[in-house]
């Protein structure tokens, strides 16, 4: 069989709304919903608002950065693809590789934490726990290998479940607030008082609690680079992705602020029930407890179902991101020429089936040795903030090689602002972060090296992918004169 150049081209097909939808429903899902009882217990109100807005300023430096470059080159390998141009091909591989491996992981978790949350229902226990797991996979394999407009369709909807059950509970505790629907109504004093809000006498814990939930905040906005990965797919790019990026930045910042806020005004910050809250734990999500307290029935079950959405939303968003990874990396040389190959729709067979099937090999091991699953879960925990670095290099790199070469930064579709401050900025954050991974880990005066091992594993599986291409390819980092500025793609 001979290939033809659309043997290995994948359909413009989705849509600015899609893009939109995309990027929203991959940064608010169970860190929000979730997550965000446990940071404002830990730092305060005060200190999560911080967390919060700080991590959001540096998410929008790296949009901005990433709709730069994909605007430029709009490309399904993203942010691999830029690293390999505009600063190291081994970078490329290493930012690949990690990424894919990331997702494979994550969908393989996705599907085991979704049949917990719907056994939340009694009468849908008649089914084994793995039994639900691989029909929410089927589920989202199907959604997957339809085509891209399937894809963007379902991801909207599920997008948009969770963007009106941020709005119902904004609307409920600004009632509430206000004395119109019951509950409690704790006031500007979670905020001044105790030694929990930054507004009071410090911070819960000191510096390095407010830097845990620096973590907990990048974990819920990772998924918003999904956009990078749209833009293969992206009717038209220089339009969609800069409007994408302007109203996915502001919507996302508004509701996780307002959130913060209307949770503490309503829930003490020292309150048990908003410590531990998990996906499994729905009745401890702040969202739950403002829908109680004003006196809303079945609210314990309408979060359940939220949640369930938006776990499956993140399997769905997870395999489609790994899979186009895959293609990408097959169109430029980092894996099997096969990878790149497309069906008359579009959809990239055999790096789907090639994914699917490494998906399910995790979720086996999960079931028949967790204490090797936790290791391999811990090798692929740091994949969200060295894909995030990728970004703030590869455009510090792009952008002085444009001036450098000559270029008219007013000819580009969409120009990324503050440079360089942004992505210095966002590169600086991501180091914080990324150190401070465990910070109470830093705290304890007996180091725990298993510990620290398992906090810290993905940074040495990075650099094994980055050293093995190095070693095998003797790349070099790539002249500011002689960056591939052109607009074509292999």
Not at 253 to 267: K, Q, R
Not at 349 to 360: E, G, K, Q, Y
Not at 361 to 389: C, H, K, P, Q, R
């Amino acid at each position: 069989m001979t290939d033809t150049p659309s043997s290995h081209q994948v359909k413009r097909h989705l849509k600015t709304r899609h893009l939109s939808m995309i990027a929203i429903g991959g940064s608010i899902g169970t860190g929000l919903f979730m997550a965000s009882g446990s940071a404002i217990h830990d730092a305060g109100p005060g200190g999560a608002l911080i967390a919060y807005a700080a991590i959001g300023l540096m998410v929008y430096f790296l949009m901005t950065s990433l709709g730069e470059m994909a605007t430029y080159l709009p490309t399904s390998g993203s942010f691999s693809t830029y690293a390999s141009r505009f600063v190291d091909p081994s970078l490329g591989f290493a930012l690949g590789w990690n990424y894919w491996f990331n997702w494979v992981i994550t969908v393989a978790a996705d599907i085991s934490i979704a049949a917990l949350v719907i056994t939340y229902w009694e009468p849908l226990r008649f089914m084994p726990a793995w039994g639900w797991s691989l029909l929410f996979f089927t589920a989202v394999f199907l959604l997957n290998i339809l085509s891209v407009r399937v894809y963007g369709e379902s991801e909207y909807w599920f997008a948009l479940i969770k963007v009106v059950t941020v709005i119902v509970f904004l609307a409920v505790g600004l009632l509430t607030i206000f004395g119109i629907l019951g509950g409690q109504y704790v006031g500007l004093t979670n905020f001044t008082v105790g030694d929990a809000p930054i507004l009071g006498h410090g911070w819960s814990g000191g510096f390095f609690t407010v830097l845990g939930v620096f973590l907990i905040a990048g974990f819920s906005f990772q998924g918003t680079e999904l956009i990078g990965i749209t833009a293969g797919e992206s009717e038209n790019p220089q339009k969609s992705i800069p409007k994408a990026i302007k109203q996915v930045f502001w919507r996302i910042l508004i509701f996780y602020i307002l959130a913060m806020v209307v949770i503490g005004l309503l829930i003490p910050y020292n309150s048990d029930a908003l410590l531990g809250a998990d996906v499994d734990q729905v009745a401890k999500s702040p969202f739950t407890l403002v829908f109680e307290r004003a006196g809303l029935a079945f609210a314990a079950a309408v979060m359940n179902t939220v949640i369930l959405t938006s776990i499956l939303s993140a399997g769905n968003s997870g395999l489609y991101a790994s899979t186009r990874m895959l293609y990408a990396m097959g169109k430029d040389g980092m894996a099997h020429r096969r990878f790149s190959r497309v069906n008359t729709q579009g959809v990239p067979v055999l790096a789907l089936l090639a994914t699917a099937v490494v998906i399910l090999a995790i979720f086996v091991l999960e079931s028949v040795d967790e204490g090797a699953y936790e290791y391999v879960v811990a090798a692929s925990g740091l994949t969200g903030f060295i894909a995030w670095l990728g970004i703030a290099i590869s455009h510090y790199r792009f952008r002085r090689a444009l001036i450098l070469q000559g270029y008219d930064l007013n000819r580009l579709a969409y120009r990324a602002k503050w440079f360089p401050v942004g992505p210095i900025l966002a590169l600086i954050l991501c180091i914080l972060v990324i150190v401070g991974q465990d910070s109470q880990l830093l705290l304890h005066g007996q180091f725990n090296w298993q510990r620290f091992c398992i906090t810290y594993m993905g940074l040495p599986v990075f650099a094994l992918f980055y050293v093995y291409h190095k070693l095998r390819y003797r790349t070099h980092k790539v002249p500011l004169s002689e960056v591939n500025l052109s607009q074509e793609l292999d």
